[in-house]
Nanobody, 121 residues
Framework: VQLQASGGGLVQAGGSLRLSCAAS????????MGWFRQAPGKEREFCAA????????YYADTVKGRFIISRDIAKNTVYLQMNSLKPEDTAVYYC???????????????WGQGTLVTVSS
């Protein structure tokens, strides 16, 4: 299984970015995908999760109403649309896959390499 995260960059506060996670090596329709982030000096934090089969999304309170997780089954890609970005959203963002709906990073079995998002004030 390979997960390739991309789309990070530098953006001003209030701006938007869309992260992508291209997945391969598994039939993903029975699995879940999650986005996590880790800021310098802080623990990894759950952001959002989605079921490949559809019908389920879940967001952390810190991003609810600003971030949108979605997936394109044909492209085997999961997206994280990030709007109204704040300096505290600055972090390395990771995508990961799990066998059930969970917010616990320890229950995700494959991880992408991470993409850096920097939000300037």
């Amino acid at each position: 299984v390979q997960l390739q995260a991309s789309g990070g960059g530098l953006v001003q506060a209030g701006g938007s970015l869309r992260l992508s996670c291209a997945a391969s090596g598994r039939t993903f329709r029975h699995y879940y995908m999650g986005w996590f982030r880790q800021a310098p000096g802080k623990e990894r934090e759950f952001c959002a999760a989605i079921a490949w089969s559809g019908g389920y999304t879940y967001y952390a309170d810190t991003v609810k109403g600003r971030f949108i997780i979605s997936r394109d089954i044909a492209k085997n890609t999961v997206y994280l649309q990030m709007n109204s970005l704040k300096p505290e959203d600055t972090a390395v963002y990771y995508c990961a896959t799990a066998s059930w709906a969970t917010i616990k990073g320890s229950e995700y079995d494959y991880w992408g390499q991470g993409t850096l998002v920097t939000v300037s004030s």
